[in-house]
């Protein structure tokens, strides 16, 4: 198996046993959760509190960074065309400052940063903070579904695969095709914001 600095998962509707068993077989040592809204209605054991104290009891270690590291800004400035930029947020201080949390803790432990999609593709933990982690020179493995760990390189080809389509074949580079499959993506799968209807304005009348 590579060696790898930090790791991706996104829960989804895995089984808690089961999920546990994926961090485990990863040697995962502290979960740093990167959820906007750190709850889930339809799978409560990964809402915040049951989730921490299910990992307390496996010796894993609980991180909240969803402030700092989340997918929804609530700065409306963020936004581009009512979609979050990530773009924009990466060079915002608190992400950097969150980055720089998160990698004060993967000096002490084995971290795994986790969110609720299940495809890192479909996921701002791979598309804006995995993507500023390899950047920086940081082995990302992200834990798939099967249990198979995907490296952030493997990923980043899926995502030009997937692009191949609206790929520049004039680009100047890899580098700049890669760039430009980042933002596509990031623009169809990032959280949108609600823009208020006729309807809505009525009610607050």
Known sequence: MPSFDLFSIGHSNIPAERFLAMLRDAGVTAIADVRSAPYSRWFPW????ALAARLAVAGIAYLGMGDTLGGRPRDES??????????????QPEFRAGLNRL???????????????????????????????AERGL??????HDGTIEPQAV??????????GGCDLFAAGQRERLA??????????????????????AEKQ
């Open 155 to 164: 990923t980043e080809q899926r995502l030009l695969a997937l692009d191949g």
């Open 180 to 201: 430009a499959a980042y933002r596509r993506r990031a623009h169809t799968v990032a959280f949108r914001r609600k823009v208020p209807t006729r309807r809505d304005a």
């Open 46 to 49: 990964f809402s915040q509190k």
């Open 78 to 91: 963020l936004f581009r065309d009512g979609v979050a930029d990530y773009e924009a947020m990466a060079i």
């Open 103 to 133: 990698l004060d803790a993967a000096a002490r432990f084995r971290v795994c940063a986790m969110c609720a999609e299940r495809e890192p593709l479909d996921c701002h933990r791979y598309l804006l903070v995995a993507r500023d982690l």
């Open 139 to 144: 082995a990302v493995g992200h834990i798939l």
